[in-house]
């Protein structure tokens, strides 16, 4: 059964950083492309970051985290991360792993992300 558990949110003051956390389980986590997305209170859910499979794999970012946000993956312990600097009020959301797997799309349960003073 293909499992995702997000950890790492929080509140965060703006400027400040947070590290989240998605461990994965139940397919073969090194042969798929991962990604991060987030859903803002009464807003669409929308793309944040990918990672392609391999190790240091080629990553892609939305324009509004580009120079704020990294994405990495460790293959070896099936968890992608998503690094967030310079967080802004704007973040604020929920953010979601998620993987498509062949026809099926899964994702994460989420985590909170509020940046606010």
């Known amino acids: 059964q293909v499992q995702f558990v997000e950890s790492g949110g929080g509140l965060v003051q703006p400027g400040g950083s947070l590290r989240l956390s998605c461990a994965a389980s139940g397919f073969t986590f090194s042969m798929y492309t991962m990604s991060w997305h987030r859903q803002a209170p009464g807003k669409e859910r929308e793309l944040v970051a990918s990672?392609?499979?391999?190790?240091?794999?080629?990553?892609s970012f939305a324009d509004f985290v580009k120079g704020r946000f990294t994405i990495s993956r460790d293959n070896g312990k099936n968890t992608v991360y998503l690094q967030m600097n310079n967080l802004k009020p704007e973040d604020t959301a929920v953010y979601y792993c998620n993987a498509i797997l062949g026809r099926l799309q899964y994702w994460g349960q989420g985590t909170q992300v509020t940046v606010s003073s």
């Open positions: 990672i392609s499979s391999m190790n240091g794999g080629r990553t």
